[in-house]
């Protein structure tokens, strides 16, 4: 057997050169396209992106820091200051920045001589804050108290100290539910926005109210600076500072004056006062109290605070003007007699009031056990006769009835700038079918047509429905001056027809009603007006047996509400009002409806005049909202120390005033001096915002 073998390559020189010449061509040309792939590189790089590289160099040596803009002023229509700016030093923590946050907000506690509920507060903050969001430490701070902070900053990692502006509202808890309040934005916000400006220490949003619905027109343009620094981030030199523009003024159809004197004059009740002009519908107030003070939100409210607004019965924390909804008790009866009018009912029928009447298997009573004995539409009207309306209201059905609501206002939806708003409900047949699945009743008349049942109002539909009776036209309220509207529609009813309720409606001031405590204390200006009480609960079979007669037995949650809506000067309407005390139960004259909505209208008459009466009865109060609030926070931080233990309980008498009954009289409590502003106040032509 043979075996092959592969014959022996003979190697030669010119062979050997030939296989070194080609592998030196790869190399080469590898080489070469390296090489052109690295000039073409450093091309690309030095030319083409020669400025993005350039601004990243220069970001290197370069801190450029936003500046937040400080948010327009808003204004009354008088140019006065609703919220304006002052000059605010403050201290800021970024979480991503910290080391050690427990040290960092001990020293800064020390340093500060913040109160334990403030660092609380700050601790909670930085643990629900996102490591973008700078968390307030505090502000308004002394110019000593800055730099004590600025020359530490070596030693305090993630503390950012600035100088700017914090929102600032002069009227405090008057305004609050008016305007809300501003504050940091959420990490919602800045997710929804992507804006560098949100998480900018000092920046705020508004965060309900009108601060809320016009947060875009009051932001402006945030200034800039540039800082030169080192690699390690040490400040070298300041190079330029864009200062920040402004937002837009807002200018409100609100009169300060009327807005403060309103909420005021609420005294220590839980209610709302609205004011109409009833010339073109601007709202010239619009105040619920009891309160919470914007100024303490926008600064970062304590927990200790909130928790007793919180806890408040009077519900300091809602807007009762336009989230809160009532029966609307007698106050319906000048729109229900309207209806009466429109459906052929004439003015001098008479109804006799036995004082009871049985509709079915139910005995409807007048609030006149007695009964008001025979009476026509104008003497029912100024007795808030229930029988009378009972009866006539059987005759034309609650269809119509609910036409004539809906046209005065009732249960209709206003265009209005705030974020949430109640609207109440006008029952009918076609409703409760809709809403209950079940056929509308007699005795389902019979209680609306006093406003009782399902009926409900909020006191805004409630001043509406007072200025579209005054006037006989659809008002619109609105709160922009200025703001451009269409001339409004009648209200549907003849003027012969109107005139009738205007006149019973001073009947029910101004001759023997029962709105008698309205009647005003101005010579030559009369108000019209109509009285209502809306029952929270009936009083129990077993309660009467108790001896529980009235309000003045019950717990405050129920107690009936007490009413009051009318207009001024009664022969040649001008004003619209209405008053709402939550279970205010007519059981305080001064601190009624009745006398709270004149004495509010009189301040549009003569200023000087209401403003001395009010400062009378506040000294019986306790003071101004204020002055009660600081007293009440106050024994309520006392209960609470003693709650937990660190102080001990003091004697009887002590007890019961830590028990933060903010309506008791006490010496007034000085008012600390309003802080000098250095914002610079709208021009006097300044327009608002669309």
Not at 233 to 259: F, M, N, S, W, Y
Not at 473 to 482: C, E, R
Request: aromatic residues 6%.
């Amino acid at each position: 057997m043979k075996f092959s073998f592969p014959k022996r390559k003979i190697v030669t020189e010119a062979t050997q050169s030939f296989t070194f010449s080609r592998r030196a061509m790869v190399v080469g040309g590898l080489q070469g396209a390296i090489g052109a792939v690295l000039v073409g590189r450093m091309a690309w790089i030095s030319v083409v992106q020669n400025e993005k590289y350039s601004l990243l160099s220069e970001s290197n040596r370069v801190n450029l820091t936003l500046i937040p803009p400080r948010r327009g002023w808003i204004i009354d229509r008088n140019g006065r200051p609703l919220a304006n700016n002052r000059t605010d030093f403050r201290v800021d923590l970024i979480p991503q920045r910290m080391v050690d946050a427990e040290a960092t907000i001990t020293h800064l506690a020390q340093l500060l001589k913040l109160e334990p509920d403030d660092v609380d507060r700050i601790r909670e903050d930085l643990e629900k804050s996102a490591g973008f969001r700078p968390v307030q430490v505090a502000d308004k701070l002394t110019y000593d108290q800055y730099a004590a902070i600025s020359v530490r900053l070596p030693d305090l990692p993630g503390v950012a100290p600035s100088q700017g502006f914090s929102r600032h509202y002069p009227a405090g808890a008057t305004v609050g539910h008016l305007l809300g309040y501003v504050g940091p934005a959420t990490a919602e916000d800045y997710k929804a926005r992507r804006d560098p400006l949100l998480i900018t220490p000092g920046f705020k949003v508004g965060k309900d109210g009108l601060e809320k619905a016009f947060d875009r027109h009051l932001t402006g343009k945030p200034g800039a600076k540039r800082v030169e620094v080192t690699a390690r981030g040490k400040i070298v030199q300041e190079l330029t500072t864009r200062t920040d523009t402004p937002g837009r003024t807002i200018k409100l159809t609100i009169d300060a004056g009327l807005q403060e004197f309103a909420g005021r004059r609420l005294a220590t009740q839980s209610g709302s006062v609205v004011v109409i002009d009833c010339h073109n519908g601007d709202v010239l107030a619009l105040a619920s109290m009891p309160s919470f003070d914007p100024n303490s939100f926008s600064d970062g409210i304590s927990h200790l605070e909130y928790e007793m607004l919180s806890k408040d019965d009077h519900v300091p924390l809602r807007n009762k003007t336009l989230q809160g909804l009532y029966p609307p008790g007698s106050t319906v009866k000048p729109m229900v007699a309207l209806a009466l009018l429109e459906a052929g009912i004439g003015p001098q029928e008479t109804v006799n009031c036995p004082g009871a009447i049985r509709v079915g298997n139910t005995l409807f009573h007048c609030h006149k056990r007695r009964g008001h004995g025979p009476l026509n539409m104008r003497g029912a009207i100024a007795q808030s006769c229930d029988i009378y309306f009972y009866q006539m209201a059987q005759r034309i059905g609650m269809d119509r009835i609910a036409s004539m609501a809906r046209r005065v206002g009732m249960g209709q939806k206003f265009d209005l700038p705030f974020p949430s708003q109640s609207y109440g409900t006008v029952p009918d047949p076609a409703w409760k079918e809709r809403k209950y699945n079940q056929k509308w009743q007699v005795y389902d008349t019979v209680n609306a047509t006093i406003g009782q049942g399902y009926m409900l109002i909020n006191p805004l539909q409630m001043a509406v429905m007072a200025a579209r009776l005054a006037t006989g036209k659809q008002l619109m309220p609105n709160f922009i001056f200025g703001a451009p509207r269409p001339d409004p529609a009648s209200v549907g009813a003849s003027e012969e027809h109107l005139v009738v309720i205007r006149d019973a409606m001073n009947a029910v001031v101004n001759g023997g009603g029962t709105g008698g405590a309205a009647r005003s204390s101005i010579l030559g200006v009369m108000v019209a007006g109509k009285t209502g009480t809306a029952q929270v609960r009936r009083i129990t079979m077993a309660e009467r047996a108790g001896g529980v007669r009235g309000n003045s037995s019950l717990a405050f949650k129920l107690r009936d509400h007490a009413l009051f809506q009318g207009f001024a000067p009664f022969d040649n309407p001008r004003y619209a009002i209405a008053c709402i005390i939550e279970h205010g139960g007519h059981m305080i004259r001064n601190e009624d409806a009745p006398m709270i909505a004149s004495d509010t209208l009189s301040y549009l008459f003569d200023p000087a005049k209401a403003m001395e009466k009010l400062e009378t009865l506040e000294k019986g109060w306790g003071g101004t909202p204020t002055e009660r609030q600081a007293r009440q926070m106050a024994s309520f931080r006392i209960a609470k120390a003693i709650e937990k233990g660190q102080v001990p309980p003091p004697a009887d008498s002590a007890m019961n005033a830590a028990g933060g009954n903010a309506s008791a009289p006490a010496a007034s409590q000085p008012i600390p001096a309003a802080a000098e502003e250095d914002d610079v106040p709208p021009p006097a032509n300044s327009t608002a915002a669309p």
